[in-house]
């Protein structure tokens, strides 16, 4: 069972950087597909980014690419995103999620969700 909880988020100005960090307390983290997606109020909730179980491929939104980066350890237990180059729209609450089987950038296909950690960026 994959139990999630993230950390890291905050307030950051434009043009900034954040690390959040997203740590499974269960004992199958490394047999799952792992994601970041987040919402901004009044809209869905967005794929971000996703990683494969031995991080070896990655996938982003095209409105993330370049600034944002996924990886993991397995060792940790541990999946982040690396923001960079922050700006005001990638204000949201960041959730990290975990599936099994292939990537998804439909929220319907996760299993698993964790609390949310909230990122504003000001401009």
């Known amino acids: 069972q994959v139990q999630l909880v993230e950390s890291g988020g905050g307030w950051v100005q434009a043009g900034g950087s954040l690390r959040l960090s997203c740590t499974d307390s269960?004992?199958?983290?490394?047999?799952?597909?792992m994601a970041w997606f987040r919402q901004a109020p009044g809209k869905d909730r967005e794929f971000v980014a996703g990683?494969?179980?031995?991080?070896?491929?990655?996938y982003y939104a095209s409105s993330v690419k370049g600034r944002l980066t996924i990886d993991r350890d397995n060792a940790k237990n541990t999946v982040y995103l690396q923001m960079n180059s922050l700006k005001p729209e990638d204000t949201a609450v960041y959730y990290c999620?975990?599936?099994?089987?292939?990537?998804?950038?439909?929220?319907?296909?996760?299993?698993?969700w964790g609390q949310g950690t909230q990122v504003t960026v000001s401009s």
């Open positions: 269960g004992h199958t983290f490394s047999s799952h597909l």
């Open positions: 990683i494969t179980r031995g991080g070896g491929t990655t």
């Open positions: 999620a975990a599936k099994t089987g292939g990537i998804s950038d439909n929220f319907d296909r996760y299993d698993t």
